[in-house]
């Protein structure tokens, strides 16, 4: 048997989380995905297929502001920011989906951070 690699696990783990999280209409899927270099968070219905809103470190107006800044302070960056665009679309209750990842560090620092900012999960 083949050695798997860290992704191959990262997605069975999803996939075995996706089992039971599922966004709705009423309460939407807050979807992480870590890469090494950026994080990205959106707000999906699974119900219809489709993403409410969204945030990544790849913005514009994020990547003017990361110069000096650390992976942990742009998570939360994000997670503030994915969490305002969620307020301002009615959105309240989310079901988070750590996409795999284990919940420390950056998955873990945006989690809080959206909490902080209204988010409700």
């Known amino acids: 048997m083949a050695a798997r690699t860290s992704r ?12 039971k999280v599922s966004g709705s209409t009423s309460r939407p899927r807050l979807s992480v995905f870590r890469s090494n270099t950026h994080i990205y968070a959106q707000v999906i219905d699974d119900s219809i297929g489709k993403t409410l809103v969204a945030a990544g470190t790849v913005e514009k107006s994020i990547r003017d502001k990361s110069d ?3 992976k942990i302070d742009e998570a939360q960056e994000i997670g503030r920011l994915v969490a305002q665009r969620a307020l301002d679309a009615g959105i309240t209750q989310v079901v988070f989906d750590r996409g795999g990842f284990k919940y420390h560090g950056r ?15």
């Not at 191959?8 to 089992?19: P, W």
């Not at 998955?107 to 999960?121: S, T, V, Y």
């Open 107 to 121: 998955i873990k620092a945006l989690a809080d951070a959206a909490r902080e900012a209204g988010l409700n999960f």
């Open 68 to 70: 000096g800044r650390t």
């Open 8 to 19: 191959e696990l990262r997605i069975r783990r999803h996939q075995r989380l996706r089992k």
